[in-house]
Nanobody, 123 residues
Framework: QVELVESGGGFVQAGGSLRLSCAPS????????MGWFRQGPGKEREFVAA????????FYADSVKGRFAISRDNDKNTVYLQMNSVKPEDTAVYYC????????????????WGKGTLVTVSS
């Protein structure tokens, strides 16, 4: 079983920045393609960003392209989501996601979920 633990959520003003972290653990934590999803108030959970299975290609939702960046530190076995120029509509619970069978670009492709971390953007 793979456990995903997010951190770094909180309050931020519009136009500001925030960095989320996700550290997978467990006996089968290797070879897991990682990504981020979010669920805003009254909305469905949606894709934000992800690494390919190889880890060399990144994917982004159009709504965050150019503002958010997914990255990783292999030494720390941690994946990050750098959020810049945030907007009130970025307010959501952000979930770390992982899969061992592809790229987590839709909820149906995700095998492992973190518990989520809340990001609130004030206008």
């Amino acid at each position: 079983q793979v456990e995903l633990v997010e951190s770094g959520g909180g309050f931020v003003q519009a136009g500001g920045s925030l960095r989320l972290s996700c550290a997978p653990s467990g006996r089968t934590a290797i070879n897991v393609a990682m990504g981020w999803f979010r669920q805003g108030p009254g909305k469905e959970r949606e894709f934000v960003a992800a690494f390919s299975r190889t880890g060399y290609v990144t994917f982004y939702a159009d709504s965050v392209k150019g503002r958010f960046a997914i990255s990783r530190d292999n030494d720390k076995n941690t994946v990050y989501l750098q959020m810049n120029s945030v907007k009130p509509e970025d307010t959501a619970v952000y979930y770390c996601a992982g899969t061992q069978s592809g790229t987590p670009r839709s909820t149906r492709e995700v095998e492992y979920w973190g518990k989520g971390t809340l990001v609130t953007v004030s206008s």
